[in-house]
């Protein structure tokens, strides 16, 4: 009897051994959902350039009109608008797929698009050897960012829990987070104290305003994105007050983003704000993911070091090309839509860029879109 059971023992571990492998299956079913949700989100900033192009070039076609309004007549702007929010609810969709960790920086093929279009479109004339002088920051910011996102791609954390209302409402009062949450909260009272009543008008201050906002924004739209997909899938999640929670709060944030990036629109260089708010964005917005969601644990050092490699490459890319930026001064005219004395407009460049680099754009476009002009703080 002891013989037999001593063997029957050693032959446990051959067992999983078979080609039925649970484990290889469910690693290649998460690098096929990363995959799905890359491919919605570089789709979603792809078509939302395209889209927000199209309408820069209405505003600076019927520049002289005496119609402030008369972009809304032309089918070329109603295109843009369609195409935009395309563009958006391919990226909201793509929250649902992959981890917040992956699509937060891929907001960078949206610069990567504009740069492009921008060069191609540009009003000047130039020699080869002139375009090539003035435009080889962008090409290697352009190179350095595609390699980046690559990276980013390639070593993203494979975490892919379901967004059920059970384990959102189970993330949201761990204590991970509530610290995490009450740090925050601290950090932003401080910025915004400095920032109203000592006139901190510091472009870190305020994008870092943007940013600690743009953290809950994408936690939110993640759980929103994932219970509509689980609900459309069978698995209904609506009536989780969870679900209504993240949404409020996903709208909110979106909100004070658009009124925060508005101001600072009017005191600084809209590259310098893509650039910087870019860099903060993501950088706050990875942790949130990470606290939050528990995106990286499980991952080996490689892949996260990978991972961070690709991030500071994107962000030297995205350096680059909006550096390059602020010489285009004829690419980038100042377009007046002012509707009502009294309120200060920003230009439609700045928009483009501020759009082009948030996470969680779809609330913020819808937002930032009807609100248009934003009054003197």
């Given at each position: 009897m002891d013989r037999a059971r001593g063997a029957a023992l050693q032959l446990r571990p051959l067992q999983p051994t078979s080609s039925a492998d649970p484990g290889g299956s469910e690693a290649s079913f998460s690098y096929k959902e990363n995959l799905i949700g890359a491919l919605l989100a570089i789709f979603g900033h792809l078509v939302v350039s395209i889209a927000l192009n199209l309408q820069k070039y209405c505003h600076i076609r019927l520049a002289g009109s005496k119609?402030?309004?008369?972009?809304?007549?032309?089918?070329?702007?109603w295109l843009g608008l369609f195409l935009m929010l395309l563009g958006e609810l391919g990226v909201f969709a793509s929250y649902a797929f992959a981890p917040l960790s992956l699509i937060?920086?891929?907001?960078?093929?949206?610069?990567?698009?504009?740069?492009?279009?921008?060069?191609?479109?540009?009003?000047?004339?130039?020699?080869?050897?002139?375009?090539?002088?003035r435009y080889v920051l962008s090409f290697v910011g352009?190179?350095?960012a595609i390699v980046g996102t690559y990276l980013l791609v390639t070593f993203a954390p494979n975490s892919h829990e379901k967004m059920t209302g059970e384990n959102i409402t189970r993330h949201?009062?761990?204590?991970?987070?509530l610290l995490y949450m009450l740090v925050e909260i601290i950090l932003f009272c401080l910025l915004l104290y400095f920032y109203k009543e000592k006139n901190a008008n510091n472009i870190v201050v305020i994008l870092l305003?943007?940013?600690l906002l743009g953290s809950m924004t994408v936690v939110t739209v993640k759980a929103v994105a994932g219970m509509l997909v689980l609900s459309i899938q069978g698995n209904l999640q609506l009536d989780y007050p969870i679900f209504y929670v993240m949404f409020v709060c996903m709208v909110?944030?979106?909100?004070?983003?658009?009124?925060?990036l508005s101001q600072a629109s009017q005191m600084y260089d809209s590259s310098l704000i893509a650039s910087v708010g870019y860099i903060l964005s993501t950088t706050i917005a990875i942790t949130a993911g990470a606290v939050f969601y528990l995106d990286f644990i499980g991952e080996d050092a490689l892949h996260i070091c990978m991972f961070a490699l690709g991030c500071l490459i994107a962000f030297l890319g995205v350096f680059l090309?909006?550096?390059?930026?602020k010489k285009a001064i004829p690419f980038e005219p100042y377009i007046s839509m002012d509707a009502m004395p009294g309120v200060k407009c920003m230009s439609f460049s700045a928009w483009t860029s501020?759009?082009?680099?948030?996470?969680?754009?779809?609330?913020?476009?819808?937002?930032?879109?009807f609100l248009g002009c934003v009054p003197d703080r």
């Open positions: 119609d402030p309004r008369a972009y809304f007549k032309t089918k070329t702007w937060v920086p891929l907001s960078a093929v949206s610069v990567i698009a504009s740069a492009i279009i921008g060069i191609i479109f540009i009003k000047e004339k130039w020699k080869p050897k002139d375009f090539l002088r352009c190179g350095l949201l009062v761990s204590w991970p987070f305003l943007v940013a909110a944030t979106a909100v004070y983003q658009a009124a925060f090309i909006t550096r390059n930026r501020r759009t082009s680099n948030l996470a969680a754009q779809m609330p913020f476009l819808l937002t930032s879109l």
